[in-house]
């Protein structure tokens, strides 16, 4: 914790510091108190967007040992947060300080802390005349103009010697003055001086304030930069005015390294950068990495025990497994035998350091990814998936097994990676463009960048979702959620619907790609200039996806706050995910961990056994991979070849939280299948999966007892889950105890459709035999509408009738439906349930709907094209409505029925028929019936459709048209 001393207390430091160095040298109190500042800086999401202003500043500021934490929690005022920092800036347009906060800010101040208050920061908390009195003054009105002031205290340290700053900017006039304050520099307006930058002593602490800082043209000045610098450091206490801080006293050697001109074209090079910054020691890079003042950084392992490691888990012993690769981008060898290796480092000694390094594998050749299995391990190594298994037990690999082959090796940062064992006991993994096309299981697959799982035998294999570009993260939340992040833009990213649900659906064509569900893709870098090829000022290079999945963590990181890398911006970037719909949103916060050290490089965090953050930090000072700079050489993995890339270094670190325990007290190596049932509701989810996989790698059912015992228990922990439960289903599925031979197994399965935690219920669903008798007990349990509720038939079912207290519960229910028999009542419900506006409105809802519709087509038309639309429905939602009829329809049409039924449903659509239903029908019977294929039509039939066009919109008319001309009846629908 950083504890700020009160005035008084620095005072007497320096008068007793100053006796001693008189006496006995000449040592300077700066130099002896030379630590790091830590400042808070209030923001909000308001107009003047403080979070990219504050990103201006923050490089300026921590190059001189100034580290500032921007949040805009609001909640963060509180005397026990605000006491780690050395003082606060506000800026931004916030409202409703509460009384706590009130008082908190005030003692925080009144004991020695600092507050420097920019711009709109007079016009925040109008409400609290004592927030005014703090700041000085209120805003009251402005104008804009081309501005510059006058110093009035020209001795003044804080202005004394800044250079001039003229800037437009907006021309503050303040109210409510309080006369307790030093006035700086004023703006001149005719005979009126402004008051414009002041000081003010209160009780032991101090605050500035400046009328200055509207937008990035004035943050973007020098002068202003200073000017903030030295109203921070007067806040903090005279002694700060001339401290040396801890800053980087980086040493440069010489190299060549490109450089990429930010908002110049992809790959387009400037001139090369030749003074190169040199490696720093593992404990002095440490200290050049900012981190949260909650948490502290501890180093693991370093160039001792481990170079150049690219991903790393545990055992079940707790002991740290690492992929180390030397060979990375460039060294392929011919027959694939390298330098890399598989290591497994071990803490002896207990005392946070890796004392112990075993070799498990050697002469791999570019391996990317591990993920353990049974006796071993399986590796990522394009072309192959390999399996290597100790069979004695002296953790050295004696067996190898190629488990399938296909991975492209054109490109080795676009191979597979990430390698991650699920919740449904698969193995879980990445890919780039470097792709997939191979045979696995008698199955060819043929796939680019994106997200796939397999059985860990190697016996199958599934392409679940596409993405837009390299993917090198892939994680999980505490209910089996699937997230991940690609290398550029698009992170997080939100896997809810596989892609075999898109495929059941005649002529839909390629799945769609899933998307970023981020507000921001924006970096947070502490240096000012970070070398991008693209995206600048973006991730670039965004490696690993980690929720944090433990509880050592303060409460508000639990199942909530999720990590993504960038080692291009030397940073790991923090965003908060809450539920949205049957998705999910992700806040930017900024960054977790953020260095000025040009080598750290952090590429996968992962929550490990002691509930601490782990960073692999790969420490290298090349991270770009392509393109080649002009006059270069592109090595054999398509990355440009330079002989700075470094292969002598790594760091492995913990971040922990300081208030927390961070223990490592499970060792499963031993446990007994009882104890193993136990740890399925532990607190840490590295141990619940870790229990799982080793109850179904152990393959007995005399567990099945004390499974179902966890399923039928209701406790619901502090976030509404109950992981016992959720891992019990998952487990049973694991062993094959799933299939509904065993009733009592079958019983609790169908009991868990109720179960109070909805994430349950999600696996429940996700579990279920596919067949009659569960489709029963799903449509029972009211996750969906019930076509036969009275009134269901008029306009629509209210969505409150379902179960609307978990949308992504009512998408389970949807995709189980649709891969289960086809039913009459299912094709009823889905109808009634697309025409709501809030189920068409959501994304993965309406795609669900479109799987279960088409799998019962027919039941689906019937009563679709029976609803009517509210008159007021708005376009979007007539839209999203229309693409599931649409597809629907589409699905129809591919069929291989005789299609007798079509002339029911287009003369059911003349009258009365919602005439946005009626088009996006008709749109996708003329889009995908096939060509020379017409249905059998009678003359009665054949006359009432020859006034079809004439009660449908103009929009339909073309697809009328093109219709009867497949159909070879020129004229059907009273269209030429």
Do not use: C
Request: aromatic share 10%.
């Amino acid at each position: 914790m950083i504890l700020k001393l009160q005035l008084f207390q620095r005072a007497f430091l320096f008068l007793f510091l100053s006796l001693i160095f008189s006496v006995f040298g000449s040592t300077s109190v700066a130099q002896d108190s030379g630590n790091q500042l830590h400042i808070l800086f209030l923001g909000d999401d308001g107009h003047h967007q403080p979070m990219e202003r504050a990103q201006q500043i923050i490089p300026f500021l921590a190059s001189r040992g100034i580290y500032v934490h921007y949040t805009e929690r609001q909640e963060d005022l509180s005397v026990e947060n605000l006491n780690q920092f050395d003082s606060v800036i506000f800026y931004g347009n916030r409202t409703g300080l509460t009384g706590a906060q009130e008082s908190a800010l005030y003692q925080y101040v009144n004991e020695g802390g600092g507050l420097v208050a920019i711009h709109s920061a007079s016009a925040m908390f109008p409400e609290s005349d004592a927030y005014i009195n703090l700041i000085g003054g209120a805003f009251k009105a402005h104008g804009t103009d081309t501005v510059s002031v006058e110093h009035v205290a020209t001795g003044h340290p804080i202005v004394s010697g800044l250079p001039e700053l003229v800037s437009w900017d907006e021309t503050y006039v303040h109210m409510k003055h309080n006369p307790d304050k030093q006035v700086l520099s004023v703006r001149v307006e005719g005979e009126h001086e402004e008051p414009w930058t002041w000081i003010r002593n209160q009780g032991n602490g101090r605050v500035f304030y400046t009328a200055w800082g509207h937008d990035e043209r004035t943050w973007s000045k020098i002068a202003f930069k200073q000017l903030i610098e030295e109203g921070l450091r007067w806040t903090v206490g005279d002694w700060a005015m001339d401290t040396i801080f801890d800053h980087p006293t980086f040493t440069f050697g010489e190299g060549e390294l490109p450089y990429y001109p930010p908002g110049e074209p992809w790959g387009t090079v400037g001139e090369p950068i030749t003074k190169i910054q040199n490696p720093l020691d593992p404990e002095e890079s440490r200290d050049h990495i900012m981190v949260d003042p909650d948490f502290e950084l501890k180093l693991f392992a370093s160039e001792d025990q481990v170079i150049n490691p690219i991903d790393l888990t545990w055992d079940e012993k707790g002991r740290l497994w690492v992929t180390e690769t030397v060979d990375y981008p460039n060294k392929f060898t011919e027959n694939r035998e390298g330098n890399d290796r598989i290591k497994i480092l071990e803490d002896t000694n207990n005392d946070g350091r890796a004392d112990k390094v075993t070799v498990f594998a050697d002469g791999l050749n570019i391996p990317t990814s591990l993920v353990l299995y049974r006796d071993g391990v399986i590796v990522s190594q394009a072309p192959d998936f390999i399996y290597f298994k100790d069979t004695d037990g002296d953790d050295v690999a004696d067996e190898r097994e190629v488990l399938f082959t296909g991975w492209g090796t054109f490109d080795t940062h676009a191979g597979p990676s990430n390698l991650r064992y699920g919740f449904d006991n698969q193995i879980w993994g990445t890919v780039g463009y470097s792709a997939f096309d191979g045979t696995v299981g008698e199955e060819q697959h043929q796939f680019s960048s994106g997200f796939y799982r397999f059985q860990p035998d190697g016996s199958s294999l599934e392409y679940i979702s596409g993405t837009t570009n390299n993917t090198w993260g892939i994680g999980f939340n505490e209910e089996g959620i699937v997230f991940g992040s690609t290398a550029n833009r698009d992170l997080p990213l939100h896997s809810a619907i596989p892609n075999r649900f898109y495929n059941s659906v005649r002529g839909f064509g390629q799945a769609p790609r899933i998307q970023m569900i981020a507000n921001s893709n924006r970096i947070y870098p502490l240096l000012d200039e970070v070398r991008q090829v693209d995206q600048h000022g973006r991730y670039t290079s965004a490696s690993g996806f980690q929720m944090y999945t433990a509880r050592d963590f303060p409460k508000e990181y639990w199942n909530r706050h999720a990590f993504v890398s960038d080692p291009t911006g030397h940073l790991t970037g923090e965003f908060i995910m809450s539920k949205d719909g049957s998705s999910y949103k992700a806040e930017n916060i900024g960054s977790f961990l953020v260095s000025q050290d040009e080598w750290f490089s952090p590429i996968q965090t992962r929550v490990g056994p002691d509930g601490a953050l782990w960073v692999l930090d790969w420490y290298n000072i090349v991270i770009q991979h392509n393109p080649t700079p002009a006059g270069k050489e592109t090595g054999e993995g398509n990355a440009y070849v330079n002989d700075l890339r470094d292969r002598q270094h790594a760091r492995i670190y913990r971040v922990v939280n300081k208030e927390a325990d961070h223990s490592q007290d499970v060792n499963l190596g031993d446990a007994s299948p009882e104890e193993l049932v136990q740890t399925l509701s532990d607190d840490n989810l590295f141990w619940r999966l870790t229990a799982q996989r080793l109850l179904v790698e152990r393959g007995e059912t005399d567990v099945v007892p004390q499974l179902i015992e966890l399923i039928e228990n209701e406790h619901l922990d502090e976030l509404g889950l109950n992981p016992g439960a959720l891992h019990a289903i998952w487990t049973l599925e694991g062993l094959g105890e799933l299939d509904d031979s065993n009733r009592e197994v079958y019983n609790a399965l169908i009991g868990a459709l109720h179960h109070p935690a909805s994430s349950v219920r999600r696996a429940a669903l996700m579990t279920i035999p596919r067949n009659q008798q569960t489709l029963e007990a799903v449509l029972a349990a009211d996750f969906l509408p019930d076509p036969t509720a009275p009134g269901s038939m008029g306009y629509m079912i209210p969505a409150t009738q379902m179960d609307a207290s978990d949308s992504q519960v009512r998408l389970a229910a949807l995709l189980a439906v649709a891969e289960m028999p086809a039913s009459e009542k299912v094709g009823q419900t889905v109808a009634e349930l697309i025409v709501t506006e809030e189920n068409a409105n959501d994304q993965g809802i309406r795609h669900a709907s479109m799987a279960a519709g088409a799998k019962n087509e027919n039941s689906f038309l019937n009563r679709v094209l029976q609803k009517q639309l509210p008159e007021n429905a708005d376009s979007t939602y007539k839209a999203n409505v229309g693409f599931v009829i649409e597809h629907v329809a589409g699905h129809y049409a591919l069929g291989e029925s005789p299609h007798s039924s079509v002339s029911d449903y287009l003369t059911m659509i003349i009258e009365p028929a919602d005439p946005m239903i009626a088009t996006a029908f008709i749109r996708g019977l003329a889009t995908e019936w096939p060509d020379e294929s017409a249905p059998e039509l009678s003359e009665d039939v054949i006359n009432r459709l020859s006034g079809l066009s004439g009660v449908l919109p103009d929009e339909a008319q073309e697809h009328l048209t093109s219709l009867a001309e497949t159909w070879d009846y020129p004229g059907l629908f009273g269209t030429q």
